[in-house]
């Protein structure tokens, strides 16, 4: 175990409205297209969410905090693909309308800073912040799908 820990800070601007951005967020069929296949999320207060965002370990969490449109917090469940740990793995996503715009802030934390976590933490900074470049491209063909009808 470790006394310190490490996160991670992502920040995209998505050309969408809010309400499209938060619903990629939401809603398993489209939490499926961007982030990984079989995700599910129950999105609501003491819901769940479930994904493989490395692409290589299933993640479980909590949902603690679900305010609609502005903020989902994900409390991770402990994982036996993991090293053990007493820290909490937390991933936070806050939104914010910018104009025509949606910017989308992605706050990991609580990553253990062992050498045996830095491979996982590498993958899941990377693996969120490839995810979340995926996010902006549904978010925006489906805003411009939209737009169009």
Same mark, same amino acid.
């Given at each position: ?5 490490r ?11 809010l309400s499209l951005?938060?619903?990629?967020l ?21 819901g ?22 502005r ?15 007493d820290d ?7 939104l914010?309308?910018?104009?025509p ?10 990553i253990?800073?062992g ?5 996982i933490?590498?993958r /899941?900074?990377t693996g969120? $912040? %490839? @995810?979340? =470049? !995926? /996010?902006?491209?549904h978010? $925006? %063909? @489906?805003? =411009? !799908?939209g737009?169009?009808?």
């Amino acid at each position: 175990m470790t006394d310190r820990t490490r996160g991670y800070a992502h920040r995209i601007d998505v050309s969408a409205p809010l309400s499209l951005v938060w619903v990629s967020l939401t809603t398993s069929s489209a939490l499926e297209a961007w982030c990984s296949a079989g995700a599910r999320i129950d999105a609501r207060e003491g819901g769940s969410f479930r994904a493989s965002v490395d692409r290589v370990t299933e993640f479980e969490a909590h949902i603690d905090v679900y305010s609609p449109q502005r903020r989902l917090r994900l409390i991770y469940l402990p994982c036996t693909a993991l090293p053990p740990t007493d820290d909490t793995l937390v991933d936070d996503f806050v939104l914010e309308a910018a104009g025509p715009e949606t910017i989308v802030r992605l706050l990991g934390s609580g990553i253990p800073s062992g050498a045996e976590w830095d491979a996982i933490y590498l993958r /899941l900074r990377t693996g969120w $912040e %490839r @995810a979340m =470049a !995926r /996010l902006k491209v549904h978010a $925006e %063909r @489906a805003a =411009a !799908r939209g737009a169009a009808r």
